[in-house]
Nanobody, 128 residues
Framework: QVQLVESGGGLVQPGGSLRLSCTAS????????IGWFRQAPGKEREGVAC????????YPSDSVKGRFVLSRDKDKNTVSLQLNSLKPEDTAVYYC?????????????????????WGQGTQVTVSS
């Protein structure tokens, strides 16, 4: 079983920053691509940023480009998402997802159906 644990969420004012971390085993990071997704109340889960195990990063939405940055630290067994210039519309539960990948798999659309393993999520609330 794949275990993914999110951390770093919280309450922040508009314009503030948070850093979310997805912690997995080293084994998982060697065989799975990792993606950050979010789901606001009444909305579908959407991809925020994904990275294949080969290191290819995808930001599927223009709404986060230039504000959110995904990074991977294999030494710490984490995939982090730096959230900058946060807006109230960024409020959501942020989930870490895992996608089993083969050696030749070097791309991702960063869409929810591609990812079959999920953490419990961490709440991000942007409010004044």
């Amino acid at each position: 079983q794949v275990q993914l644990v999110e951390s770093g969420g919280g309450l922040v004012q508009p314009g503030g920053s948070l850093r979310l971390s997805c912690t997995a085993s080293r084994f998982t990071l060697n065989y799975y691509g990792i993606g950050w997704f979010r789901q606001a109340p009444g909305k579908e889960r959407e991809g925020v940023a994904c990275i294949t195990r080969a290191g290819v990063i995808k930001y599927p939405s223009d709404s986060v480009k230039g504000r959110f940055v995904l990074s991977r630290d294999k030494d710490k067994n984490t995939v982090s998402l730096q959230l900058n210039s946060l807006k109230p519309e960024d409020t959501a539960v942020y989930y870490c997802g895992g996608r089993r990948e083969i050696l030749s798999d070097d791309t991702t659309r960063c869409t929810s159906p591609e990812y079959g393993s999920w953490g419990q999520g961490t709440q991000v609330t942007v409010s004044s």
